[in-house]
Antibody, heavy 116, light 112 residues
């Protein structure tokens, strides 16, 4: 069965960086678009970014464009999100999900806290 | 950005009764390929979101047929018939026709 496991979340100071990872199993990873979506504490869901199976197509929400970078390594069935110039408002649980337009399977999330 | 307006934001329901959640988009959601990328998600307390419905009315595998999606253009509805205790949680609509994809604020379903 499809499994997505995120990791890399941590507590960082404003201006800091983190790299989130999502390890996938149970499907042919390279065939699928993948997405990152986040949820601030007690808030709703916010789509952040997607990447195509061959990494040729990426897209970002304006709130993270220029600060976050999505990438993948199909040899390792892994999806990444590089978070730079972190702000307090980036505090959230970050989820990876399969596909772009119709996120079907989600991981359990990894928590990022940005605070001084 | 396309604004997704859900109503109500809180939905108290009696067990066994029906519930309906409205989701209205600020723009039409028909994509150039003819598809309407409107999804519904359920998030139970303490859990990750789970997709229930994609492309307006297609129910995911394993989702009870008590859940149904309908609508077109800018007006969409998730209906839950015969509400059960396991349905408690927050329900989100999401559009993925216009970039950036956007979610509604969520509707919290509770048992009264």
């Amino acid at each position: 069965q499809v499994q997505l496991v995120e990791s890399g979340g941590d507590s960082v100071e404003p201006g800091g960086s983190l790299r989130l990872s999502c390890t996938a199993s149970g499907f042919t990873f390279s065939d699928y678009y993948m997405s990152w979506i986040r949820q601030a504490p007690g808030k709703g869901l916010e789509w952040l970014s997607y990447i195509s199976g061959n990494s040729a197509d990426t897209n970002y929400a304006d709130s993270v464009k220029g600060r976050f970078t999505i990438s993948r390594d199909n040899t390792k069935n892994s999806l990444f999100l590089q978070l730079n110039s972190l702000r307090a408002e980036d505090t959230a649980v970050y989820y990876c999900a399969t596909t772009a337009r119709e996120p079907q399977f989600w991981g359990q999330g990894t928590r990022v806290t940005v605070s001084s | 950005d396309v604004v997704m307006t859900q109503s109500p934001l809180s939905l108290p329901v009696t067990l066994g009764q029906s519930a309906s959640i409205s989701c209205r988009s600020s723009q039409g959601l028909v994509y150039s390929n003819g598809n309407t990328y409107l999804n519904w998600f359920q998030q139970r307390p303490g859990q990750s979101p789970r997709r229930l419905i994609y492309r307006v009315s297609n129910r995911d595998s394993g989702v009870p047929d008590r859940f149904s999606g309908s609508g077109s253009g800018t007006d969409f509805t998730l209906k839950i018939s015969r509400v059960e205790a396991e349905d408690v949680g927050v329900y989100y609509c999401m559009q993925a026709t216009h970039s950036p994809w956007t979610f509604g604020l969520g509707t919290r379903l509770e048992i009264q």
